[in-house]
């Protein structure tokens, strides 16, 4: 790291922008220090150790954060070297939370320590205030240079999203996000204006099966493509992160090389019966083919760990989208003729100004989907992705096997409460650690912003989880061997905003075999909606943790529907096309769409449609109008069909 991003020897406007002004910043003269200050970006630590940086929120807090997800054992330290204006005394602040006060829940499970030098601040963190605030750390004796180090003390999700170094120890900093924001792009010298990405064809915002595939589809048909992903791998809830099998039928009739292009980035595996692959080990997820598909196209340029900010417009047309490094919050401009909105949220066209639906009231909610492993099982162990694997490989070869799991006050309370894997509780026709583990209906945020509250979503989600753990272990007595191997914190979304196009699908129109003259992609999923799962919900109304699913007659429409490509553009942004789970659907209608082989398919009509729009010249509404029958051709083209 360059030593301009952590000092701040920039005059006194840029720490007067952190106290939020006049009328809350202090005489900023009285002692000629002010201006001597560290600022430092949790994402920009040098070494993340066992930490993960969480991305999910940072529209709502205007960065990442590191998050300590050790599933109740302490990650490594983050650590990084920063030098200070001078040595001294320094107030040092941390921005953080505890992440469990929302539910006034005792025991503030996300302890970490600040040390410099390897020696802890007196203070603890992350066990204060339900926001994100700046944590007051005392003071610190430092020198001119010094070692930094979050060391997570719990394993149990603490969070840390900067931290200040001030010389002056009077100096309180506010938690206004746009306060903050200017304050961050100032010492870290960014530019005012982004920079300047190129000129696309076709822009891709979302980097899961649909996006990828949208994506791959458009560069094997001749036209330049921005890819953007704000995560480190491809896939989205399809990658290793989220783990959620994609479901739905491929290279169906009439058009058999639809979904070509879903089965390479991700082949296809034949699952026994009642076999799950939820959650199960990142091979299975593949994310390095993901990755070298893309990367082989020369027409694909890549911005990995970006995430859009912005959308400039002009007359209901995208001009661009402004992205931001998720690592150094540098800006780019991305050009383009066309936009495909892959986000699962609806972002681009959201801040474009398209029209959609959205009602923050019984929602399908978020999973956090989490496998277990049994540690007197060498092969298992051998196979496990646990941060302490070393340490975990090496008891069990001594024959060290019980693992015991701390008591959770803060999770949620089920010690007297049925829930899936519990002794004599079926669900699903399930029972035990197969009802417990790698299951999709763990499940909240039933009338929660996907969107805006996607933290306390995931979070609640670690309570029940961590909940229900504790009682299988500490109250019943049971799974001594057993222990929590994995669990995504990125959370995997069903629902969020809808944009919408010149046809609205709904659910009557796949039980009424509708049909349509621009058939575009199969869908094979059934009408399946979620919604609180009744046996669980006493106790826990509004805070609901497990879900049930639509079925029975009323909800199949005969195996196979085509769907229409007037489903995959915006009606009132002109060059703007969706694919994924915000495509032109109603709720109802989102049901047999939403399923991720079913979106990469939509993701490589969109590419598709995207290179006649340019070669053409118009716009996603006339290859409907003009050029359908070249569209159809294209469809019955191999995904490796080239341009």
């Known amino acids: 790291m360059k030593r301009r991003q952590f000092i701040g020897t920039i005059a006194n406007s840029s720490l007067f922008l952190l106290a939020g002004g006049v009328s809350s910043c202090i005489n900023s003269n009285r002692n000629g220090t002010l201006e001597e200050f560290v600022f430092i970006e949790a994402e920009q630590f040098a070494d993340f150790g066992g930490w993960d940086l969480d991305q999910q929120s940072m529209d709502q807090m205007g960065s990442p954060y590191l998050l300590a997800h050790g599933l109740g054992i302490p990650v490594e330290d983050a650590k990084t070297r920063i030098s200070f204006p001078s040595s001294g005394k320094y107030r040092v602040w941390v921005r953080t939370r505890d992440w469990v006060a929302p539910w006034n829940a005792p025991g503030a499970p996300g302890k970490f320590q600040v040390l410099i030098n390897d020696a802890p601040l007196e203070e603890t963190f992350g066990t204060k205030g339900a926001e994100w605030h700046w944590h007051d750390g005392g003071i610190a004796q430092v020198g001119k240079e010094a070692s930094i180090a979050l060391h997570d003390l719990t394993g149990f999700e603490g969070r840390c999203e900067a931290i200040l170094f001030c010389k002056d120890l009077d100096f309180k900093p506010v938690n206004d996000v746009e ?176 029209d959609y639906e959205y009602e923050v009231k019984n929602l399908m909610g978020s999973s956090n989907l989490f496998n277990v492993l049994d540690a007197s099982n060498p092969e298992e162990v051998l196979a496990c992705e646990c941060k302490d694997k070393s340490a975990l490989a090496m008891k069990c070869e001594i024959g060290e096997i019980e693992q015991p799991f701390p008591r959770c006050p803060w999770a949620l309370d089920l010690s007297d409460k049925p829930f899936p894997g519990r002794k004599g509780v079926k669900t699903f026709h399930r029972e035990g650690l197969d009802a417990f583990a790698n299951m999709w209906y763990w499940e909240s945020g039933f009338n929660k912003n996907q969107v805006t509250e996607i933290e306390l979503i995931r979070d609640h989600n670690f309570r029940a989880m961590y909940g229900a753990w504790d009682t299988l272990k500490n109250i019943d007595g049971m799974y001594p061997h057993h222990r929590l191997g994995w669990s995504a914190f990125i959370a995997g979304k069903r629902e969020s905003r809808r944009l919408m196009g010149d046809v609205i699908l709904d659910a009557k129109d796949f039980k009424q075999q509708r049909t349509f003259d621009d058939p575009a992609f199969p869908c094979s999923w059934h009408v399946d909606i979620h919604t609180p799962k009744k046996e669980y919900q006493t106790g826990f109304e509004g805070n609901e943790f497990v879900s049930d699913y639509t079925r029975g007659e009323k909800y199949k429409y005969g195996g196979l529907f085509w769907a229409p490509y007037r489903t995959l553009y915006s009606r009132n942004i002109k060059n703007l096309f969706m694919a994924g789970r915000d495509i032109s659907v109603t709720k109802s209608g989102l049901g047999p769409v939403r399923v991720m082989r079913t979106t990469g398919m939509m993701g490589e009509i969109v590419g598709k449609a995207a290179s006649i729009c340019v070669k053409r010249n118009v716009s996603p509404r006339e290859i409907y109008e003009k050029h359908l029958t070249e569209l159809k051709d294209l469809m019955s083209k191999p995904g490796n069909y080239r341009t």
């Open 179 to 354: 306060a903050l924001t200017k304050f961050r792009r100032k010492l870290l010298g960014l530019p005012d204006t982004p920079d300047d990405g190129g000129v696309y064809d076709l822009v891709v915002t979302g980097g899961g099966l649909a996006g990828t595939c949208a994506a791959i589809s458009a560069a094997r048909n001749g036209i330049k493509v921005a890819l953007i992903q704000d995560r480190p791998v491809l896939g989205g809830n399809a990658s290793s992160e989220v783990r959620v099998w994609p479901e739905g039928k491929t290279n169906q009739s009439p058009y058999v090389h639809i979904g070509d292009i879903v089965n390479e980035i991700l082949p296809p595996i034949k699952k026994e019966p009642g076999q799950v692959l939820n959650g199960v080990n990142s091979r299975y997820y593949d994310d390095a083919l993901k990755l070298k598909v893309v990367k082989a196209e020369p027409n694909i340029t890549l911005f990995i760990n970006h995430r859009a900010i912005n959308v400039e417009t002009t007359e209901k047309e995208i001009d661009a989208i402004i992205i931001q490094s998720t690592i150094s919050a540098r800006q780019t401009r991305l050009k383009g003729k066309f936009f495909a909105d892959c986000t699962g949220d609806a972002t681009i066209g959201f801040k474009a100004g398209a």
